[in-house]
């Protein structure tokens, strides 16, 4: 992405938080291949990456990248929602260095050390063993000391310029962000104990701070693009805002039950765990009619009102708001619902879910930032879809709804053979994984999960195209 047309050192560094989420997003769906292929052919890399290693950094890869994207993101709006440079931009270029230098040190742990003694110092410097936050105990005191400085130059901008609703939802709901964190740093030895407060980091963090945030890039990126009424998209910024926070924190219960408490949780975390995503597709729903509305209208400079002036980012926008509704809504609600959950939970039902989930309610938005970065970037006043970045589009939704398919066949045969007809033993969960329904479902996952690499692929190409394209007309 090329810098020479940005006029500010807030967007400067939300490029760089960009490219390098995208060299971390390539990596994640490399290594999901890797996985995928080892399920299918488990000689695969025998003795060079484990499966656990390359399950280990495509899940935690998926998280970092979006972290990086999400930094990038506030970064990249907060001198357009509050008219000035953000403060202290010299300390937040450094811990962005600190950040990806810790990354790389991890990455590389991961692959050539793999495997750690039966102690404290496996959890200091190799990793905790904690699905999603498996970053050794150093590295998550690193990552809660930069999420703290980037925390302090989102509230010294916020306090200092024009305060709009988007920022003072940031402002607040990165508190929550680097807060929630500390949930999951200190150990426990038992085991109950322990996973309650990792589901705290997991699941506040996906279904609240997460779906938060998201709401408020939303909300710029449909001002940005559409010119959206702020106090519309602002209106149910602070619905969603109300609702997630709250629904959050009880939708968290529907995975009380393994943990031994009381099943009047299951009814409250099913509920409302579906309530999450609806506000998110009422804001877009309401703004999308209300741009509709206009189309063929002229504002006093006699300009066409209903101009999308950044097509790609758009499309990934309104793909965000349905995918996070099928993804976090439906694939959710279906099998978290208590009675359901109780045959399901720990199959490929879980990882259908994952799947759609974090890309429809997360992935989809944030490649959408990449797209106004690349046009803030470039100085490009209108920027159309390319055939690469429809390929590229198509080609990862199609991907990964694909892999969903695969997987819920998966879990259902695992759910009919495994558990209803034999018992959920170790002989069961044998039998069913070698069903030929279970084989089929992961060989298409497989598939599905190459259609989706190669559509990144696309999606970099266009990234870097688009950008090389209008250094060169100028």
Known sequence: MANNHLTSESKQL????????????????????????????????????????????????????????????????????????????????????????????????????QVGPADETTIWFITEGREYIEAPRWA??????????????????????????????????????????????????????????????????????????????????????????????????????????????????????????????????????????????????HVLYDWGKTQGSQDAKGEQLSVINNKPAFTWFVLNAFGNFLGAGIWGFFHTLP?????????????????LAFFGAYATILIGMFYLGVQGSNGIKVMKNTKLSIWATSMITGGVVGMTVALTIAGYVQVLVSRAQMGATWAAYFDGQSGLWFVQAMDWRLIMGVVTFLGFVLLATDLLRTGKSAVHER
């Open 140 to 285: 998550d005191f690193g990552i809660v000391v930069v999420a703290l400085g980037f925390v302090g130059n989102l509230f010294l901008t916020g306090m200092k310029g024009k305060q709009t609703g988007i920022v003072t939802v940031l402002m607040a709901d990165m508190i929550a962000f680097a807060g929630l964190y500390l949930a999951g740093m200190f150990f426990t030895d038992n085991i109950s104990v322990d996973q309650y407060w990792w589901w705290w980091v997991i699941h506040l963090w996906v279904e609240a701070t997460w779906e938060v945030f998201v709401g408020a890039i939303a909300a710029y990126g449909l001002i940005t693009m559409i010119g959206a009424h702020r106090k519309t998209v602002e209106m149910w910024l602070w619905i969603e805002v109300s609702m997630l926070f709250g629904s959050g924190i009880l939708g968290l219960g529907h995975h009380y039950f393994w943990i031994g408490t009381p099943e009047y949780w299951w009814e409250i975390g099913a509920l409302f765990s579906a309530l999450e995503p609806l506000p998110l597709v009422a804001m877009f729903i």
């Open 14 to 113: 939300a490029t760089w938080y960009f490219t390098f989420a995208a060299i971390i997003f390539g990596a994640q769906l490399l290594f999901g291949l890797v996985a995928a292929i080892q399920y299918v052919m488990p000689a695969f890399l025998f003795e060079l990456v484990d499966f656990s290693i390359a399950r280990i950094i495509h899940i935690n890869a998926l998280v970092v990248w979006m972290v990086f994207a999400m930094f990038g993101s506030v970064y990249w709006l907060l001198p357009d929602e509050t008219g000035i440079e953000t403060v202290g931009i010299k300390i937040g270029k450094l811990l962005f260095w600190v950040f990806a230098a810790a990354i790389v040190v991890v990455v590389l742990v991961y692959l050539l050390v």
């Open 339 to 355: 009675q359901v959950n109780l045959y399901t939970h720990g199959t490929q039902f879980t990882s259908a879910h994952g799947h």
